[in-house]
């Protein structure tokens, strides 16, 4: 880190970014479905301990246990459970239900994962969710628009 100090803190800039996009993705996707107007506090309680754990390892470069479940634990724990509750409010088919629960469970592995200290399995865990979120985000759109 600390021969790219300017890389690595732009990439958690950029991190803090993808989550304010996320708020924004759950607003939408909230609006469109009806889902209860809980999940948006969710999660942003899910972005308050994201941006406290990136501004740590901003302004101080630590990558303690404890601001990794910050951010890997809390944080994914919570828009895990933001994006389980809209799930619910959402009508799809069968084999999207599947793919949502799919990449719900890969959200709390990674949160088992933060909690526990276990890189592999957040590794494996991030790898499973960023598959599937993505192009979720895309279906989503579309089914929804």
């Given amino acids: 880190m600390s021969a790219h100090q300017l890389e690595w803190r732009i990439g958690w800039a950029?991190?803090?970014l993808a989550g304010l996009s996320l708020l924004w993705f759950y607003a939408w996707w909230r609006g469109r479905v009806g889902?209860?107007?809980?999940?948006?506090?969710?999660?942003?309680?899910?972005?308050?301990?994201?941006?406290?754990?990136?501004?740590s390892f901003i302004l101080y470069q630590v990558t303690e246990p404890f601001t990794v479940a910050?951010?890997?634990?809390?944080?994914?724990?919570?828009?895990?459970i933001a994006g389980a509750i809209l799930t619910v409010a959402t009508p799809l088919p069968a084999a999207a239900r599947v793919w949502a629960w799919t990449m719900w469970a890969a959200g709390a592995l990674l949160s088992i994962g933060a909690f526990a200290s276990a890189p592999p399995l957040i590794a494996a865990a991030t790898a499973v969710l960023f598959a599937l979120f993505c192009p979720w985000c895309l279906y989503l759109g579309r089914r929804l628009a």
């Fill in 14 to 16: 950029v991190w803090i």
């Fill in 35 to 55: 889902a209860p107007h809980v999940v948006l506090l969710v999660a942003a309680l899910g972005y308050v301990a994201d941006i406290t754990a990136e501004l």
């Fill in 70 to 80: 910050l951010t890997g634990g809390v944080a994914n724990g919570m828009y895990t």
